[in-house]
């Protein structure tokens, strides 16, 4: 994998759309300060992932837009793009080539792309991860960040390990687990809250729901005896009708078996005349192709053995990716299930939420113009706290103006005496007097500028107002002649003074007015309260409604967010299953094709053998079987006669039963018209009703106690048993949601402590190759000494920080912050190298890190380079001419047109003629 190109459009100086195409080994840009080659090194950072603008010397987002030139409008977005070759697929795409790329507008929205298709920043990140490359990996390399890594705390260094050993993969899905395992808990106090107060309501409609299931007892004992009486009759036809059909079934099939065997014997016959008349014809092609059949057998053997090696080989490999991919199904089956039960239970609590604020909507009616006055009121309160705020900020920059005018006071009385200093000797006795007032009075304002710093404004007023400076006019006044400066410096109506002046008038003023409308604000909020305590009356009408509504709104918000949190975890599963399968597909198809193949083949193989066998056997049985259809022919001609005249005794048999079983329907027609009318059913819902006769008196019997019972029970709550049910099912619900939360949360811990283990096995073994690469590497670029790499807390290698120790040669052990600047390059030149030992970044961009080296620091630089150029790309922008002497390819960058940087592909002999930093031609 290497960078192929990237292309720049406004991305700070770049104006116009610039292609720079990148080869395996080393590249140089070059060109003069200023023309814009740091810009490269930044957009590199930007476009994979860099979020803040100071990292890539910029305020904010906006600035790295073109902001245009006297001869050229700003530009509204800006864009970088690099391409990528993967073909060796280390990056999780299978494509050649990747291109990543990266737009930001003036409006602040930001594009995220991968092959020109819109994604997260979290997916570029991931993309990435654990290949060395990526804003914050060691893939990027500069002056400011060789100091970072040699100044800053041990605990900061730890990422360029963490980034070699490939654990940042692990760290992401950490910090994810741990943001799921918070999310856990507050989901299972929310829960366990909810459980309670439905298991209240629950118990209490238990009670009701009992009384009301006896009361429908009742009722259907009661309906259920006066229909068994009414269905006695009806048995009685039903069942009359139903030996009539029986019987008239029973004559059909005789008729139907007897009309099917008469078709049949004359469909027989016409078959085997055709059948003896092309027997013979067909006998004769089949001996024809029995040879023929021979050969393609021996071919199709040989085909489907070469093709059942090739299955064996991908059904092993399809094997291994079913196993990943039932995995993660199962996990994802769980996941949508719990899905599906909580959007059913969002549906419920909805509706429950809008039936409530119907409810609410006319009581709120009441309490709208009390409402309206509040927040006219509140208005005015905001637009004076706006005006308040403006006033202030109005103040601040006024306090920033009096601090520089100080520093102005400070800048003009250093110059005066620095040219005192060169006065003539008689002045001197003069001079040393202004020149003891002068410090006295630098001292004073030093101090001024402090407190303003500290924002103890009125305190530096008070200072500077309480100077004595008469005695210093005096001599000025006397040496004004040779020195008159002072006097406009200091005394000046247009000069510092004068201006001090006038902002501490304007500062007063300003804070005058914002006294005036603090007491406009104090004013309006008394009507507020005046007004909510008139509100408060009304709230009382609704607090009971609103308590249910808070609370179906919190069940409704825990759904939504439980919701949200499945859907992320279930895009995670699928496109881990995605990936996968796209695997297995390309197996599977290839299976499938020669599966498809054989069973081409082995079908052909099989129709050979049986018809060759077949037409073995044919030939030989001809005569006979041609005898034997000529009997055949004539034995059914004489059954077919018999069996036609017994078909039509047969019909006439079934129209008789049909009349009787038209005079039953209609008896049983009738019971059905008078069980609709009385209790509103059909028949055919009252089928297993049937009982003896003998059971009538019991029956009457029951019905009379029946209604006395009901009358004994008094009102009954109908719909008790339904709200106990909803209840019931809620709760449960709720129990199966809590059960899977603790299950989900030792799942979570689970998984954190076999991320823990693995990252501190990874990064350990990391630390030690790194530590031995680094103390090789420091000897061979300083020619001697030595250097050591340590944890600061062994037995927490996830959280230790990493000290390095040095000794150059011929020196004592140093602390790095001691080391002169070149010797601070080549220690953390030795750090990065050690690191590509271990694990090389595809491509490497290095700004000016050569700038602090020796000529003879340079050499073993430039060596060490070309030796790891053979495993990683690098792209190096330098002035040196000895480090651009081994660029494979060169770009030199140049501002021809001002403030508009352009790429020139330069040859080496060109830039050998030229002073290093000379424009390019």
Same mark, same amino acid.
């Given at each position: 994998?290497?960078?192929?190109?990237?292309?720049?459009?406004?991305?700070?100086?770049?104006?116009?759309?610039?292609?720079?195409?990148?080869?395996?080994?080393?590249?140089?840009?070059?060109?003069?300060?200023?023309?814009?080659?740091?810009?490269?090194?930044?957009?590199?950072?930007?476009?994979?992932?860099?979020?803040?603008?100071?990292?890539?010397?910029?305020?904010?987002?906006?600035?790295?837009?073109?902001?245009?030139?006297?001869?050229?409008?700003?530009?509204?977005?800006?864009?970088?793009?690099?391409?990528?070759?993967?073909?060796?697929?280390?990056?999780?795409?299978?494509?050649?080539?990747?291109?990543?790329?990266?737009?930001?507008?003036?409006?602040?929205?930001?594009?995220?792309?991968?092959?020109?298709?819109?994604?997260?920043?979290?997916?570029?990140?991931?993309?990435?991860?654990?290949?060395?490359?990526?804003?914050?990996?060691?893939?990027?390399?500069?002056?400011?960040?060789?100091?970072?890594?040699?100044?800053?705390?041990?605990?900061?260094?730890?990422?360029?390990?963490?980034?070699?050993?490939?654990?940042?993969?692990?760290?992401?899905?950490?910090?994810?687990?741990?943001?799921?395992?918070?999310?856990?808990?507050?989901?299972?106090?929310?829960?366990?809250?909810?459980?309670?107060?439905?298991?209240?309501?629950?118990?209490?409609?238990?009670?009701?729901?009992?009384?009301?299931?006896?009361?429908?007892?009742?009722?259907?004992?009661?309906?259920?005896?006066?229909?068994?009486?009414?269905?006695?009759? %009806?048995?009685?036809?039903?069942?009359?009708?139903?030996?009539?059909?029986?019987?008239?079934?029973?004559?059909?099939?005789?008729?139907?078996?007897?009309?099917?065997?008469?078709?049949?014997?004359?469909?027989?016959?016409?078959?085997?005349?055709?059948?003896?008349?092309?027997?013979? @014809?067909?006998?004769?092609?089949?001996?024809?192709?029995?040879?023929? %059949?021979? +050969?393609?057998?021996?071919?199709?053997?040989?085909?489907?053995?070469?093709?059942?090696?090739?299955?064996?080989?991908?059904?092993?490999?399809?094997?291994?990716?079913?196993?990943?991919?039932?995995?993660?199904?199962?996990?994802?089956?769980?996941? &949508?299930?719990?899905?599906?039960?909580?959007?059913?239970?969002?549906?419920?609590?909805?509706?429950?939420?809008?039936?409530?604020?119907?409810?609410?909507?006319?009581?709120?009616?009441?309490?709208?113009?009390?409402?309206?006055?509040?927040?006219?009121?509140?208005?005015?309160?905001?637009?004076?706290?706006?005006?308040?705020?403006?006033?202030?900020?109005?103040?601040?920059?006024?306090?920033?103006?009096?601090?520089?005018?100080?520093?102005?006071?400070?800048?003009?009385?250093?110059?005066?005496?620095?040219?005192?200093?060169?006065?003539?000797?008689?002045?001197?006795?003069?001079?040393?007097?202004?020149?003891?007032?002068?410090?006295?009075?630098?001292?004073?304002?030093?101090?001024?500028?402090?407190?303003?710093?500290?924002?103890?404004?009125?305190?530096?007023?008070?200072?500077?107002?309480?100077?004595?400076?008469?005695?210093?006019?005096?001599?000025?006044?006397?040496?004004?002649?040779?020195?008159?400066?002072?006097?406009?410096?200091?005394?000046?109506?247009?000069?510092?003074?004068?201006?001090?002046?006038?902002?501490?008038?304007?500062?007063?003023?300003?804070?005058?007015?914002?006294?005036?409308?603090?007491?406009?604000?104090?004013?309006?909020?008394?009507?507020?309260?005046?007004?909510?305590?008139?509100?408060?009356?009304?709230?009382?009408?609704?607090?009971?409604?609103?308590?249910?509504?808070?609370?179906?709104?919190?069940?409704?918000?825990?759904?939504?967010?439980?919701?949200?949190?499945?859907?992320?975890?279930?895009?995670?599963?699928?496109?881990?299953?995605?990936?996968? &399968?796209?695997?297995?597909?390309?197996?599977?198809?290839?299976?499938?094709? @020669?599966?498809?193949?054989?069973?081409?083949?082995?079908?052909?193989?099989?129709?050979?053998?049986?018809?060759?066998?077949?037409?073995?056997?044919?030939?030989?049985?001809?005569?006979?079987? &041609?005898?034997?259809?000529?009997?055949?022919?004539?034995?059914?001609?004489?059954?077919?006669?018999?069996?036609?005249?017994?078909?039509?005794?047969?019909?006439?048999?079934?129209?008789?039963?049909?009349? @009787?079983?038209?005079?039953?329907?209609?008896?049983?027609?009738?019971?059905?018209?008078?069980?609709?009318?009385? %209790?509103?059913?059909?028949?055919?819902?009252?089928?297993?009703?049937?009982?003896?006769?003998?059971?009538?008196?019991?029956?009457?019997?029951?019905?009379?106690?029946?209604?006395?019972?009901?009358?004994?029970?008094?009102?009954?709550?109908?719909?008790?048993?339904?709200? %106990?049910?909803?209840?019931?099912?809620?709760?449960?619900?709720?129990?199966?949601?809590?059960?899977?939360?603790?299950?989900?949360?030792?799942?979570?811990?689970?998984? +954190?402590?076999?991320?823990?283990?693995?990252?501190?096995?990874?990064?350990?073994?990391?630390?030690?190759?790194?530590?031995?690469?680094?103390?090789?590497?420091?000897?061979?670029?300083?020619?001697?000494?030595?250097?050591?790499?340590?944890?600061?807390?062994?037995?927490?290698? @996830?959280?230790?920080?990493?000290?390095?120790?040095?000794?150059?040669?011929?020196?004592?052990?140093?602390?790095?912050?001691?080391?002169?600047?070149?010797?601070?390059?080549?220690?953390?030149?030795?750090?990065?190298?050690?690191?590509?030992?271990?694990?090389?970044?595809?491509?490497?961009?290095?700004?000016?890190?050569?700038?602090?080296?020796?000529?003879?620091? +340079?050499?073993?630089?430039?060596?060490?380079?070309?030796?790891?150029?053979?495993?990683?790309?690098?792209?190096?922008?330098?002035?040196?001419?000895?480090?651009?002497?081994?660029?494979?390819?060169?770009?030199? +960058?140049?501002?021809?047109?001002?403030?508009?940087?352009?790429?020139?592909?330069?040859?080496?002999?060109?830039?050998?003629?030229?002073?290093?930093?000379?424009?390019?031609?």
């Amino acid at each position: 994998m290497f960078l192929k190109s990237m292309e720049i459009f406004g991305f700070k100086s770049f104006a116009d759309k610039t292609l720079i195409s990148f080869e395996p080994g080393i590249t140089v840009i070059v060109g003069p300060n200023g023309c814009g080659k740091s810009n490269i090194v930044d957009s590199i950072k930007w476009v994979l992932g860099e979020k803040q603008a100071k990292n890539i010397r910029g305020e904010k987002m906006e600035d790295i837009i073109f902001s245009g030139t006297d001869n050229r409008k700003p530009l509204s977005l800006s864009e970088v793009s690099i391409t990528i070759d993967n073909t060796n697929r280390i990056l999780s795409l299978d494509s050649d080539t990747v291109t990543v790329s990266r737009r930001v507008f003036r409006d602040g929205e930001s594009e995220y792309l991968i092959n020109k298709s819109p994604v997260r920043l979290k997916d570029i990140e991931q993309l990435f991860m654990d290949t060395g490359i990526g804003k914050s990996a060691y893939s990027v390399m500069e002056q400011g960040k060789i100091d970072m890594i040699l100044s800053n705390r041990a605990e900061d260094r730890r990422y360029i390990f963490e980034e070699a050993a490939g654990i940042s993969r692990y760290k992401f899905q950490k910090k994810e687990s741990l943001k799921r395992l918070e999310e856990t808990g507050s989901n299972l106090d929310r829960i366990n809250d909810i459980v309670k107060e439905i298991e209240r309501e629950k118990d209490l409609k238990a009670k009701q729901a009992e009384r009301t299931k006896v009361y429908f007892s009742y009722i259907a004992s009661l309906r259920e005896n006066d229909i068994r009486l009414n269905m006695l009759r %009806y048995d009685e036809q039903k069942k009359r009708k139903v030996r009539q059909e029986a019987d008239i079934e029973r004559l059909r099939k005789e008729r139907d078996a007897l009309s099917a065997r008469v078709s049949k014997i004359s469909a027989e016959n016409e078959r085997d005349e055709k059948y003896k008349n092309d027997i013979q @014809l067909e006998l004769f092609e089949l001996d024809k192709k029995l040879h023929t %059949y021979r +050969i393609k057998v021996e071919d199709i053997d040989s085909r489907t053995d070469k093709n059942r090696r090739l299955i064996d080989e991908h059904r092993r490999r399809k094997e291994a990716i079913g196993k990943n991919i039932d995995e993660r199904a199962e996990s994802l089956d769980r996941l &949508r299930e719990d899905m599906k039960k909580s959007e059913q239970a969002g549906v419920e609590i909805r509706h429950k939420i809008s039936e409530d604020r119907e409810r609410l909507g006319n009581i709120f009616d009441m309490r709208k113009k009390k409402i309206q006055s509040v927040h006219e009121a509140r208005d005015r309160i905001e637009t004076a706290r706006n005006e308040i705020k403006g006033n202030d900020g109005k103040i601040e920059e006024m306090r920033g103006a009096l601090e520089k005018v100080i520093k102005r006071l400070i800048d003009a009385i250093e110059r005066r005496k620095a040219e005192l200093a060169g006065s003539e000797e008689e002045r001197q006795r003069v001079r040393e007097r202004i020149d003891g007032s002068l410090a006295y009075l630098e001292k004073a304002l030093n101090e001024a500028a402090r407190m303003l710093g500290d924002g103890r404004a009125d305190d530096a007023r008070a200072l500077l107002m309480g100077l004595d400076i008469g005695a210093l006019r005096g001599d000025i006044e006397r040496f004004e002649s040779f020195e008159d400066g002072f006097r406009s410096i200091l005394f000046d109506r247009t000069g510092v003074h004068a201006e001090k002046e006038q902002l501490d008038g304007s500062i007063r003023e300003l804070e005058s007015v914002n006294y005036r409308l603090n007491d406009e604000i104090a004013g309006l909020e008394k009507r507020i309260q005046e007004d909510q305590a008139e509100l408060e009356n009304i709230t009382v009408m609704i607090t009971k409604i609103e308590k249910d509504l808070s609370k179906n709104e919190n069940e409704r918000e825990w759904i939504e967010k439980h919701l949200k949190s499945l859907g992320h975890q279930i895009k995670d599963v699928e496109r881990q299953i995605f990936q996968y &399968r796209e695997d297995l597909a390309r197996s599977e198809k290839t299976i499938e094709g @020669l599966l498809k193949e054989i069973e081409e083949w082995e079908a052909k193989l099989v129709d050979f053998n049986e018809k060759t066998e077949g037409l073995k056997r044919d030939i030989a049985d001809t005569t006979e079987k &041609r005898s034997e259809i000529e009997t055949k022919i004539t034995r059914r001609k004489d059954t077919s006669k018999r069996e036609a005249e017994q078909l039509a005794k047969l019909n006439e048999r079934i129209g008789d039963h049909e009349k @009787l079983l038209v005079e039953t329907g209609f008896k049983l027609n009738n019971i059905e018209e008078y069980l609709w009318t009385e %209790y509103e059913k059909k028949v055919s819902e009252l089928s297993k009703t049937s009982v003896d006769e003998s059971m009538l008196p019991e029956i009457q019997k029951s019905i009379q106690e029946l209604k006395k019972n009901i009358q004994d029970l008094g009102p009954i709550n109908n719909l008790a048993i339904e709200e %106990y049910r909803d209840l019931k099912k809620r709760f449960e619900y709720y129990i199966d949601q809590r059960r899977d939360i603790e299950k989900a949360r030792e799942d979570i811990l689970s998984v +954190i402590q076999d991320i823990n283990r693995t990252s501190v096995e990874m990064l350990l073994s990391t630390f030690k190759d790194i530590q031995k690469n680094f103390s090789e590497i420091f000897k061979q670029l300083f020619e001697g000494g030595s250097a050591s790499l340590e944890l600061t807390d062994p037995e927490n290698i @996830l959280e230790s920080g990493i000290e390095i120790f040095v000794r150059p040669p011929g020196k004592k052990l140093k602390n790095i912050n001691l080391l002169s600047g070149g010797e601070r390059a080549l220690t953390a030149t030795a750090l990065l190298f050690a690191t590509y030992m271990v694990k090389p970044s595809p491509f490497c961009f290095l700004d000016e890190i050569d700038a602090p080296l020796d000529e003879e620091n +340079i050499g073993r630089f430039v060596k060490m380079m070309q030796q790891f150029s053979r495993t990683s790309q690098f792209v190096i922008v330098t002035h040196n001419k000895k480090t651009m002497s081994i660029g494979e390819s060169i770009y030199g +960058i140049t501002m021809e047109e001002p403030g508009v940087s352009k790429v020139l592909s330069l040859r080496m002999e060109k830039i050998e003629k030229k002073p290093v930093g000379a424009p390019a031609p």
